[in-house]
């Protein structure tokens, strides 16, 4: 691809776990019901990601890796209530652009799946192929070549546990959904999808933490918050275990992970910080989720609104608990 195509590709796709990010995103978007990856390498040799949700029309394979041809957007209007999690059209050509690239995908109603693989971002291979209802995607040698990208990345090891964070705050964002995860062929994290936060929070934490956590629920200024937090005796060295979702999504905010530490004040030992995963819902028009392509930044309208009903909630709970 042109020089254009690959600086765009850098702003979505910097990181393996960026790919695993974006991908997920699209299973979901599809409608899947059980999402498996798996990834070699920290990512960087493979990473692969199968969901049973719609699929790709046969017409539509190859669009879907040309720039800016989003499915989800119809009209102009449509930009201004956004419900899936992608809606720009770049993260496949993106990927695409840096890595080998193969797609296998059956949409609902069709006799047979499409193969289509992609070699520098051009289809290079395409066939009918028996597939179940749904797509996988493979994603391989990322980056190899784009070596300026490969600089900035950290070890395998290191790519490999930002992958497996990911998936954790996944797992506990979509309790309703089956995640299934391989890492170099363990098995890593299996939920059931059954759609009980505990049972999501038992899978990434153990079951003997589950059955401590305590339950959150509460509105405070029109923001709803319901999940589950840690007592004060559970707690971590890093911020890692504080899962924030708004609007079902998956958010990385400071002020918002401050907030979940706050609330526990002074119950926890200097240095440590709790285990929570919680569900933040507030209107539409009152939060940007997609200031960045690469998802990392969120935006509120009254932030210290947002992150007084989070504190509030989790103290409610904490409190509540206390003997
Ligand atoms: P966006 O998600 O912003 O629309 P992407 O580049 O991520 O853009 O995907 C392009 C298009 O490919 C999507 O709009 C969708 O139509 C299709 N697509 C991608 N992944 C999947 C999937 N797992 N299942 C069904 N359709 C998919
Ligand atoms: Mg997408």
């Not at 935006?299 to 989070?310: H, I």
Request: proline share 6%; charged share 25%.
């Amino acid at each position: 691809p042109e020089v254009a195509a690959r600086i765009a590709a850098g702003e979505v796709v910097e990181r393996p776990v960026s790919v695993v990010r974006e991908l997920l995103d699209n299973a979901i978007d599809a409608g899947a019901t059980r999402i498996s990856l798996a990834f070699d390498d920290g990512g960087l040799s493979r990473i692969e990601v199968s969901d049973d949700g719609r699929g790709i029309p046969p017409g539509d394979v190859e669009l879907a890796f040309e720039r800016h041809a989003t499915s989800k957007i119809a009209s102009i209007e449509d930009l201004h209530r956004v419900h899936t999690l992608g809606f720009r059209g770049e993260a496949l050509p993106s990927i695409a652009a840096a890595a080998d690239v193969e797609v296998l995908t059956r949409a609902r109603g069709e006799p047979v799946g499409v193969f289509l693989a992609l070699v520098n971002g051009r289809p290079v291979r395409r066939m009918a192929r028996p597939a179940p209802e749904g797509t996988t995607i493979t994603v391989r040698d990322l980056f190899a070549r784009v070596p300026a990208r490969r600089k900035f990345l950290g070890s395998p090891a290191a790519e490999a546990r930002a992958i497996t964070t990911l998936a954790m705050h996944y797992a506990l964002a979509y309790p309703g959904i089956a995640f299934q995860v391989v890492n170099s062929g363990r098995r890593i994290l299996a939920t059931s999808g059954d759609d009980d936060m505990r049972h999501a929070f038992a899978a990434v934490y153990g079951a003997e933490i589950a059955r401590q956590v305590l339950e959150v629920d509460d509105c405070d200024g029109g923001v709803a918050v319901t999940g589950l937090a840690a007592p004060p005796s559970i707690h971590r060295g890093n911020r890692g275990g504080i899962s924030v979702f708004v609007n079902g999504r998956w958010v990385q905010s400071r002020p918002l992970l401050f907030a979940v530490v706050e609330a526990y004040q002074s119950q926890l030992p200097v240095g440590r910080f709790p285990l929570a995963a919680l569900h933040l819902r507030l209107p539409e028009d009152d939060v940007d989720v997609n200031v960045h392509p690469a998802k990392a930044e969120v935006r509120f309208r009254d932030e210290r609104r947002v992150a007084r009903a989070l504190r509030h909630a989790v103290r409610a709970a904490l409190e509540a608990a206390a003997p």
